[in-house]
Antibody, heavy 116, light 112 residues
Framework: EVQLVESGGGLVQPGGSLRLSCTASGFTFSSYAMSWVRQAPGKGLEWVSG????????HYTDAVKGRFTISRDNSKNTLYLQMNSLRAEDTAVYYC?????????WGQGTLVTVSS | DVVMTQSPLSLPVTLGQPASISCRSS???????????LNWFQQRPGQSPRRLIY???NRDSGVPDRFSGSGSGTDFTLKISRVEAEDVGVYYC?????????FGQGTKVEIK
């Protein structure tokens, strides 16, 4: 059974930092691209960042470029998202998405709230 | 960026009746390998999204056969042949041909 378990969310002040983690099991983690998708309260889905499984190349949506960094540790089957200079508009549930760019597997999400 | 536009955004349906959701992309979703990278997701209230359909018309494991996907190029459709109570939720189309991947606005399916 595939499982993606996120952690690291919470309440942070504007300008602060958080690091999200996602531990994967049930599939060959290193072989697949992984992504972070977020959903602001009452809103739709937004693809935030992705990292290739083959060459580790990374991608970011314009809204987070220069502030967020995606990385992966294939030895630990873990995906990360380092989020710096957080803004109120980054408030959302962040989903870890795996199994490639077609997004077959989703975690339960972790809530990030940016507020003073 | 590829823009995905869904319609309608709200879809009240009678139990047992069919439902249809349209999704249009601002660019062709046909990749150089000949595949069309259009997926559909369901998000039930309080749950994470779940993929239903990949590459236009392929149902994921465990997805009831009342769900079907069709279309080509830039125009796509998700159909539910007979809506059941468990189908209530928001449905999203998503393109995976160009980074950043992008989702439609979502269509909320509810029971009349």
């Amino acid at each position: 059974e595939v499982q993606l378990v996120e952690s690291g969310g919470g309440l942070v002040q504007p300008g602060g930092s958080l690091r999200l983690s996602c531990t994967a099991s049930g599939f060959t983690f290193s072989s697949y691209a992984m992504s972070w998708v977020r959903q602001a309260p009452g809103k739709g889905l937004e693809w935030v960042s992705g990292i290739s499984g083959s060459d580790g190349s990374t991608h970011y949506t314009d809204a987070v470029k220069g502030r967020f960094t995606i990385s992966r540790d294939n030895s630990k089957n873990t995906l990360y998202l380092q989020m710096n200079s957080l803004r109120a508009e980054d408030t959302a549930v962040y989903y870890c998405v795996g199994g490639g760019w077609a997004c077959p597997f989703w975690g339960q999400g972790t809530l990030v709230t940016v507020s003073s | 960026d590829v823009v995905m536009t869904q319609s309608p955004l709200s879809l009240p349906v009678t139990l047992g009746q069919p439902a249809s959701i349209s999704c249009r992309s601002s660019q062709s979703l046909v990749y150089s390998d000949g595949n069309t990278y259009l997926n559909w997701f369901q998000q039930r209230p309080g749950q994470s999204p779940r993929r239903l359909i990949y590459k236009v018309s392929n149902r994921d494991s465990g997805v009831p056969d009342r769900f079907s996907g069709s279309g080509s190029g830039t125009d796509f459709t998700l159909k539910i042949s007979r809506v059941e109570a468990e189908d209530v939720g928001v449905y999203y189309c998503m393109q995976g041909i160009r980074w950043p991947g992008s989702f439609g606005q979502g269509t909320k399916v509810e029971i009349k």
